[in-house]
């Protein structure tokens, strides 16, 4: 067990203390060979004392040095061998196919923060320089960059054990911005987690990063003790509405509040517009069920409303839709834990008047089976929370609206999404553009025929929006935009050159592209 001052991994493959916490096989239910300490309380403190440490030289590293241990991190997540991508579908049963696609998602994320630490922008330097002759009074000089806020709390999703978890988005974004981090490692993954930990550990060392910069803790219980930790200064979750507004809850009741960074809530509307309909609604039928079901559903932006005007054309969609989802098979959830979850969530639809159950075989046994209902529309306008819930699994329900107008009222109705989408032709873009402005205040990402489920890492992406999709819809957990979570902004008043960061110094030697006197400019001054 490292001591503080070094990256602290409560219980990483450790058999000492009381009790215990394996890694089950995903599919087969049995214990694979790992066995994970319960991190005591003790051990959590002691996790975050070293990320505090660690953070008092860590955010005086340079972008460079930054950027070439995100890409050390990238290199050490490439290099793991085959036995590492068996043992994460054991985990999760989530096929090898995908796992080496997210695999070079994460490492690739890594690898995109260092091009942004390289850049510079994310510092966001600013100069006002003196106006001592200013009337009727001068100006001070002002200088302004943006700095790391300090250790940060991470938890990752059981959906994406790798891009969203212990070297996720939220790990990648934090150290980019020079936060040292403490992993709640996924409970869904535990021996995953821990083979990612060992990658970062290697990175440090191969980097000399300071030790403590990277620490991860073990077992359940453990996430009240991490938030309400006096040393960490913000969180980043991805998860359910109810662990989200746990975490929220917990951080606003500090005696100093911490900002929560949850991903959360989302049921990714899509609007099916008349005209698409009548040219290609077959191919829209199955491409729509193919985007329901797949990865078994389990994303978080999985398509899980569908909204379209009363017509021959939506009707036809949605008896092709019905024939397409009674054909799909069931697959393998994550965990038991993510069935127990989606079965409860089909039995609130089905007990619940004014739904209709379209498509899909009886949900029984250790598979999740993919299933179509249909709402009465009056309930979304009636504000039935229901219809709001994600459900997380192969699953969608579609909605018919009298008209324009009341699609209109029905968007408006709903909650905070992640996406939402149009699928239109141009002649729908004309007559149903006042949809766009409703959308806009709605959710964080807008999709023109194109379907939710999957998500591009780059510097325009937005994945977030109004709540529940996200507790704070200013960030995205997605995108190089990432980084300004884990910022905030300082101001220099009248320094001398020999104080300043390099980022504010008169000759610019970063090179930036910098506000100055109200231009942008990369010159000295």
């Known amino acids: 067990m490292n001591n503080i001052g070094q990256n602290f991994i409560a219980g990483s493959r450790s058999a000492q203390g009381n009790k215990l916490l394996q890694s089950f096989n995903a599919t087969t239910g049995e214990a694979l060979a790992y066995e994970f300490h319960q991190a005591t309380e003790q051990e959590v403190n002691q996790a975050c004392e070293a990320a505090s440490q660690a953070f008092k030289s860590y955010r005086h590293t340079s972008p460079e040095q930054r950027a070439l241990f995100l890409e050390a991190i990238a290199d050490e997540l490439d290099a ?14 989530l096929p090898l196919a995908r796992l080496q696609g997210e695999r070079g998602r994460t490492s690739g994320q890594m690898r995109l923060f260092a091009k942004v630490l390289r850049r510079g922008d994310f510092l966001g330097a600013r100069i006002d320089t003196a106006l001592p002759d200013r009337k009727p009074m001068p100006r001070v000089d002002l200088r302004q960059i943006k700095i790391g806020v300090g250790p940060i709390a991470v938890f990752g999703a059981s959906n994406f054990p790798l891009a969203f978890s212990t070297a996720g988005g939220d790990t990648a974004s934090a150290l980019a ?69 746990a975490l929220c809850d917990m951080a606003a009741a500090r005696p100093q509040p911490i900002p929560v960074f949850a991903e959360m809530s989302s049921i990714n509307p899509m609007l099916m517009l008349p005209a698409a309909l009548k040219s290609r609604g077959s191919q829209i ?32 969609l949605i008896v092709q839709l019905t024939e397409i989802m009674n054909a799909k098979t069931a697959q393998t959830m994550l965990n038991a834990g993510t069935l127990k979850s989606y079965v409860s969530g089909l039995e609130h639809l089905t007990k619940h008047q004014g739904i209709e159950h379209l498509a899909g075989q009886a949900q029984q046994g250790d598979q999740a089976q993919p299933q179509l209902f249909k709402a009465d529309v009056e309930l979304l306008l009636a504000g039935d929370q229901l219809l709001q819930e994600e459900i997380f699994g192969p699953t969608t329900i579609v909605i018919e609206v009298e008209d324009h107008a009341q699609l209109i009222q029905a968007l408006g109705s709903m909650n905070g999404q992640l996406t939402a989408s149009l699928i239109a032709d141009e002649e729908d873009l004309g007559v149903f553009a006042d949809m766009v402005p409703v959308l806009e205040e709605k959710a964080g990402r807008l999709l023109l025929n194109g379907y939710p489920t999957g998500v591009e890492v ?25 980084i300004d979570r884990y910022l905030r902004p300082v101001c220099y008043q009248n320094y001398p050159q020999s104080l300043l960061p390099e980022a504010l ?15 942008m400019t990369r010159d000295s001054i």
């Open 458 to 482: 780059s510097d325009a992406m937005v994945h977030g929006g109004p709540y529940p999709a996200t507790s704070d819809a200013r960030g995205t957990s997605v995108g190089t935009l990432a």
């Open 177 to 245: 911005a020079g936060c040292p981090v403490v992993v709640k490692a996924h409970s869904g993954h535990m021996a995953t987690a821990d083979q990612v930990a060992q990658a970062i550990e290697r990175a440090v060392e191969k980097t000399n990063m300071p030790k403590g910069v990277f620490n991860m803790v073990y077992g359940n219980g453990v996430g009240e003790t991490l938030v309400k930790h006096p040393l960490i200064q913000a969180v980043g979750f991805t998860g359910s509405l109810k662990g989200g507004r």
């Open 505 to 519: 110094r008169d000759e610019n030697p970063l090179k930036l592209l910098r506000l100055v006197n109200g231009e």
């Open 285 to 316: 039928a199955q491409d729509l069920a193919d985007s329901v079901v797949m990865g078994c559903g389990q994303f978080c932006t999985n398509p899980g409303l569908i909204l379209g005007i009363k017509s021959p054309e939506y009707t036809q």
């Open 80 to 93: 793991l061998g085959e036995d590492f991508l068996n043992i994460i579908s054991q985990e999760t049963a």
